[in-house]
């Protein structure tokens, strides 16, 4: 009897616990499947001296990230898929930055992000092209976001490569049209930092200057070191000797800041004509002595006229209220909407497909009007021209990073105005029956 008790006792413990896993496996399974991520990766400097310039393009792709989870995710015939953003740091190191690449595609990133730097987004662009030859089943898109050289979209133009920034000679071009209709400028110093965009953009400044009725003489100019110079006043104190009335830099992050700041310090009273000057600490460093004489270009700023500009502005800065991350741009924005939208139309987010509709693509968000141009995957869009001044003078209703300084626009080029012929000779790949279609 109690042989026969002690084995139903354990045939119903069996039972009660088959019993309990069957339910738990039916109710695992009846649960809705998380949709997988599409990783985005994004490459950039977060240590060093340009580590400031990593974080905020980390806080501007962020919020695009937030605002398309805010309506659910990207559509896809499967259902909406969320964006995971990943963050590497190249260190501002060329190899740094392929290892970051490897890195990321190896974890299921199939979209490279990357800007500040136009000699890494060079070797990033060469790279994602040999890696979508030697593996088609894990081919990639390059988005550039700031890297401007503008061999990267003319005579470098890649068909995985599209820049969503206007390159270094489109915005030499307004600022040139600014400056030649100041007649008192005769004489003006060239510096830039010594690698690829710098060599192009001074050869740039001189192009277009030369070209003016009335061109200015270049009385000095100077290629430094990237990231390595701690004390500009030694080429200030060139700058004044050379009595330039003004200096045409392409310099940016700390070697724009520090430049700058020497310049007040040294006492000198030229314009500054910049592609950077309206930001991460210029402006600050700057002070009083920039108003009235610091130019900055950009595809939009905070004093761009407007409702929706407006509103633009106060969402970034509900987001980020804090002074020191006052730094937003438009075209980044425009670069993960635009993205989206061609992933959503693909039906997909193969390369190839994505890249066949991100090619065509045309977007108008925030009052900003924005279209790829398929012949060399250069993003036309509008620029405009600031002038430093005080917060609270006409024009001037935000300052930048808490600075007490703003730019007011005094410029604006349409993209019509602002665009330039393209020199590009782009390699396509081949497309299957099924691309062809999509398209």
């Known amino acids: 009897m109690y042989l026969f008790s002690t084995w139903v ?56 990230v937030e605002r398309v989870a805010q309506r659910g995710g990207v559509k896809l015939a499967g259902g909406q898929r969320p964006l995971l953003l990943e963050r590497f740091d190249s260190k501002g190191q060329v190899e740094e930055a392929l290892a ?30 040999k ?16 890297a401007v050289d503008p061999a990267l979209t003319q005579e470098r133009c890649n068909f995985w490569h599209f820049r969503f920034d206007a390159h270094a000679d489109m915005r030499m071009k307004a600022l040139m049209e600014v400056m030649q209709a100041d ?39 100077e290629l430094h070191p990237m990231g390595r110079v701690k004390d500009f006043m030694p080429y200030v104190q060139k700058i004044k000797a050379s009595g330039a009335q003004a200096v045409i830099t392409g310099n940016w992050g700390q070697d724009l800041s520090l430049l ?40 939009w700023m905070p004093n761009v006229s407007g409702s929706e500009s407006a509103a633009f502005y106060a969402a970034f800065k ?50 900003h009007p924005a279209q790829m141009r398929e012949t060399d995957h250069q993003l036309q869009q509008n620029l405009v021209v600031g002038l430093m001044d005080k917060l609270g ?14 730019f007011r626009v005094i410029k604006t080029l349409t993209a019509r105005q602002a665009e330039l012929p393209s020199r590009c000779r782009m390699t396509r790949p081949p497309l299957t029956p099924s691309t062809e279609l999509r398209r």
């Open 9 to 64: 006792l354990k045939w119903a413990r069996w039972v009660l616990f088959a019993g309990l896993f069957f339910n738990a496996a039916l109710w695992v399974h009846a649960q809705p499947v998380a949709p997988a991520p599409i990783k985005v990766a994004m490459i950039e400097s977060f240590s060093g001296p340009f580590a400031n310039t990593g974080e905020a393009v980390w806080r501007n792709l962020s919020w695009a």
């Open 100 to 129: 970051a690449m490897r890195s990321a595609i190896d974890g299921g990133a199939r979209v490279i992000l990357q800007g500040n730097s136009s000699a890494i987004a060079a070797a990033l662009m060469e790279a994602t092209q």
């Open 131 to 146: 890696h979508n030859d030697r593996d088609p089943s894990r081919q990639v898109l390059f988005l550039n976001y700031s």
């Open 183 to 221: 007649p008192l400028i005769e004489r003006v110093y060239l510096i830039a930092q010594d690698y690829s965009f710098g060599q192009a953009f001074v050869r740039e400044a001189k192009r277009q200057m030369a070209l003016m009725p009335q061109a200015p003489k270049v009385v000095g100019e």
């Open 260 to 299: 700058v700041k020497a310049a007040r310090d040294a006492g000198y009273n030229g314009y500054f004509f910049t592609f950077y000057g309206n930001a991460l600490g210029a402006p600050q460093a700057m002070g009083e002595a920039g108003v009235g004489k610091v130019f900055a270009v950009a595809e």
């Open 318 to 367: 509900q987001r980020f209220p804090q002074p020191q991350d006052d730094y937003v741009h438009m075209r980044m924005q425009v670069m993960m909407e635009m993205w989206v939208r061609a992933v959503e139309t693909a039906g997909s987010t193969e390369a190839l497909a994505v890249a066949l509709q991100l090619e065509r693509s045309q977007l108008d968000i925030f009052g």
């Open 393 to 406: 003078q006409r024009g001037v209703k935000h300052d930048s990073e808490g600075s007490g300084y703003g």
